[in-house]
C-alpha cells in the first residue's frame, strides 16, 4: 500500500532537499517548489502534492491557479517539482516520478491527456539500470530512454499490464502493440536497440521472480531464424501467427536419408568434434537427395552428380566435402551394406597454397599506430584502446583470433603473466604465459577500462564491446583490412597480410629468436607446439616460414657444428 503524505511531511522533505542541495540558487529552487506546492494545496486543500507523484491529472486544476503567470514560469515550478521529485525517488521515499515520463514543457503549457501510472515499472527500470556494471555512460542512457519509453506506453493503454503481489502481468497484446508503435515509426537499427534493451530488462525482472520468463527471449528460443529483430517485426504484424511460423527453424535434414545424417552427426558430437563444416556438407547432401527425390542406396553415380553440381567451389573445399562424404558413407553402410564408399584419392585436388605473410615488428608498429584513426573512440572510448591491445596481444603470443576474443577477466592473470584459455580448437583448454612487455600493455588497457566503464565481474568479456559483450571476429576482420589501408599494405585479396598472419609471425619470428640465442631448436619445437595448441609438431611447422634470416642462421649454426667435417676438394670447407 502507497505510504499517505501530510502536509507537515511535504515541507520537512522539502526543507530537506533544499539543505542537501547548497547552491547559489537556493532561494529560486526554494520559491518555485513553494510557489508549485502552495498553487496544488489552493487547488486541492486537504492533500499533498507528494500522494500524486504517480499522475498528472491534477495539472490542469493545478494551471487554473496560475493563470496570472507566463506559461515559462510554470515550465520552471514543474522543473522544480521534477529536480524534488527525482531525490525523493532516489533517496526511495516515493517510488513513482511521473514527471520524468512526460514533458514539463508540454504539461506547464498546454492540456495534454493525463497519465496515469497504474503499472509502474520506474523502481524496477532503476535498479536494473543501477546494477549493469560492464556498459558506458551513453549506453545507460539509451537503457533509461527506452524504458521510458516503454513505461509511458503500457500506461496509456486502457488495459494490458498490471502489478499484483510484486508481479508483473504483461499480455501478448501489449506486447504487440508495443512493437507496432516502434516499428512504425523508427528504423530497423533502433527498433533492434529498443528490443535488446527490453529483452534485458525483462531477463532482470525473471532473475527477480517479477516475471514467470522473458517473453521475447521465449519466442526467440522457438523462432529462431530472424533473431531478436524478427521477432520484433513478427509481433508488430497484423497477422502474428503467420509470421512468427515464417522464423521458425527448418528441419535439420528432409531427405529420405535424415535419420542416418541425424544419427552420424550427433556421433560426431559424441566423440568431441564440433563438426560445423561437416554439418554444412550433410546439409547440402540433403538439399541434393531431396531435389533428386532418390531413395535408394549411395551410389558412385549419385556421388559423381553431387560432386560435379558446386563447380564454383574451391579444390580445397571439394576436397574436404569429398572427406566428409566418406565418413559418412562408412557410417552409413553399417546399416546399408550396398553403400558405395567412394575412394579417397578422388578427393584429392592440387591446391595452390596461401603464402603467409610474416608481419615484421617495425610494420605491426605501424599498423598500431593507425588504430586511433582507423577505430576511433567517438562513440565508445574504449574502442581504440581495445584494438591496440588486442592485436598486440595476438602478435605477441601467437593466440588463435577467437581464443583471444573469448577470454574474460577472471582469465587475465595479471600476478603470474598467465593467460587462461577454455575449450579452443579441438576441445583443449591450456596455460599461456606472456611477456613482461605484454603485462604493461594489459594492466594498462584494464585500467583505462575500469576508468570508464568501472568494475565488473570476473565472467565479463576482457575485450568487451559498448553493449556488453564479446568483439565478433567479423568485427575485427573489418578494423584489420582498414588498418592495411591506411599503413599502405592492402595488395588485395591473398596479397595481403591475414590476421591469421599474426599466429604466423610469431611462430616464425621465435624461431628466428631461437636460432639467434644458439638455442637448441630442434629441442624447443614441441614447447612451441605446446605454447601455441598444437597436438603435434607437425601442425606446427606448416606456421614456420624460412625466412633468409633463419637460413642464414641455420646456415651459420650447421658450419659451427658440422662445418669442419666437409671438406672441399683440395682444402677445408668454408662458409660462403
Not at 505510504?3 to 539543505?19: D, G, T, V
Amino acid at each position: 500500500m502507497k505510504q499517505r503524505f501530510e502536509h507537515s511531511a511535504e515541507e520537512r522533505l522539502r526543507e530537506q532537499y533544499i539543505f542537501d542541495h547548497p547552491v547559489r540558487a537556493v532561494p529560486t529552487r526554494r520559491y518555485h517548489i513553494r510557489k508549485a506546492c502552495r498553487a496544488f494545496c489552493q487547488a486541492f486543500p486537504n492533500d499533498s502534492i507528494l500522494n500524486h507523484t504517480h499522475s498528472t491529472e491534477w495539472a490542469t486544476a493545478w494551471r487554473l491557479q496560475l493563470v496570472g503567470i507566463t506559461p515559462g514560469s510554470r515550465m520552471k515550478l514543474l522543473w522544480g517539482l521534477f529536480g524534488w521529485w527525482k531525490w525523493l525517488f532516489e533517496k526511495r521515499v516515493i517510488d513513482d516520478n511521473v514527471l520524468d515520463l512526460v514533458s514539463c514543457e508540454r504539461l506547464g503549457i498546454e492540456e495534454m491527456a493525463p497519465l496515469v501510472l497504474r503499472c509502474n515499472l520506474q523502481r524496477m527500470s532503476a535498479d536494473h539500470i543501477s546494477n549493469l556494471d560492464s556498459i558506458s555512460d551513453g549506453s545507460r542512457q539509451a537503457y533509461h530512454l527506452w524504458l521510458k519509453r516503454f513505461n509511458v506506453f503500457i500506461n496509456r493503454l486502457p488495459a494490458g499490464a498490471s502489478v499484483q503481489g510484486g508481479r508483473l502481468n504483461l499480455s501478448e497484446e501489449t506486447l504487440n502493440g508495443w512493437f507496432r508503435h516502434i516499428c512504425q515509426k523508427y528504423t530497423r537499427t533502433t527498433v533492434l536497440d529498443a528490443t535488446n534493451v527490453l529483452s534485458a530488462f525483462f531477463d532482470a525482472l525473471t532473475r527477480n521472480g517479477v516475471l514467470d520468463d522473458n517473453p521475447l527471449e521465449r519466442l526467440r528460443q522457438a523462432f529462431p531464424v530472424g533473431k531478436r529483430l524478427g521477432i520484433a517485426y513478427a509481433l508488430a504484424s497484423e497477422d502474428r501467427e503467420a509470421s512468427l511460423a515464417s522464423l521458425a527453424r527448418p528441419p535439420m535434414f528432409s531427405s529420405p536419408l535424415a535419420d542416418k545424417l541425424i544419427g552420424f552427426l550427433n556421433l560426431k558430437h559424441a566423440v568431441g568434434c564440433r563438426y560445423a563444416h561437416g554439418y554444412t556438407v550433410l546439409r547440402d547432401f540433403d538439399r541434393f537427395l531431396a531435389d533428386e527425390g532418390k531413395d535408394g542406396p549411395i551410389t558412385s553415380p549419385l556421388l559423381t552428380r553431387w560432386h560435379s553440381s558446386r563447380p564454383d567451389l574451391s579444390a580445397s573445399t571439394h576436397r574436404g566435402r569429398w572427406c566428409v562424404m566418406r565418413q559418412f558413407c562408412l557410417y552409413l553402410q553399417r546399416y546399408q551394406p550396398e553403400t558405395y564408399i567412394p575412394d579417397p584419392l578422388l578427393g584429392r585436388y592440387p591446391t595452390p597454397c596461401l603464402k603467409p605473410h610474416i608481419v615484421q615488428p617495425e610494420t605491426m608498429r605501424v599498423l598500431l599506430d593507425a588504430v586511433p584513426s582507423v577505430a576511433p573512440g567517438s562513440r565508445f572510448a574504449l574502442r581504440p584502446h581495445t584494438y591496440k591491445a588486442l592485436l598486440t596481444l595476438l602478435y605477441t603470443t601467437g593466440l588463435r583470433i577467437s581464443e583471444a576474443l573469448a577470454l574474460r577477466i577472471v582469465d587475465v592473470e595479471f600476478d603470474t603473466r598467465l593467460l587462461v584459455i577454455h575449450e579452443s580448437k579441438f576441445g583443449k583448454s591450456r596455460i599461456v604465459p606472456f611477456a613482461d612487455g605484454m603485462l604493461i600493455v594489459l594492466r594498462e588497457y584494464h585500467r583505462i577500462r575500469q576508468n570508464i566503464l568501472g568494475d565488473a565481474d570476473g565472467d565479463a568479456p576482457f575485450f568487451i564491446t559498448q553493449y556488453g559483450g564479446h568483439y565478433s571476429r567479423h568485427s575485427v576482420y573489418t578494423v584489420w583490412q582498414c588498418l592495411l589501408r591506411a599503413a599502405d599494405l592492402d595488395a588485395g585479396r591473398g596479397q595481403r597480410p591475414r590476421i591469421h598472419d599474426l599466429r604466423h609471425s610469431f611462430a616464425t619470428l621465435r624461431l628466428l629468436a631461437w636460432y639467434r640465442e644458439g638455442a637448441d631448436v630442434e629441442a624447443k619445437l614441441p614447447m612451441l607446439s605446446t605454447y601455441l595448441g598444437h597436438s603435434s609438431v607437425g601442425a606446427t611447422q606448416r606456421y614456420l616460414t624460412i625466412l633468409p634470416e633463419i637460413r642464414q642462421a641455420a646456415i651459420e649454426k650447421f658450419h659451427r657444428y658440422g662445418g669442419s667435417l666437409i671438406f672441399s676438394k683440395g682444402g677445408s670447407h668454408e662458409l660462403t
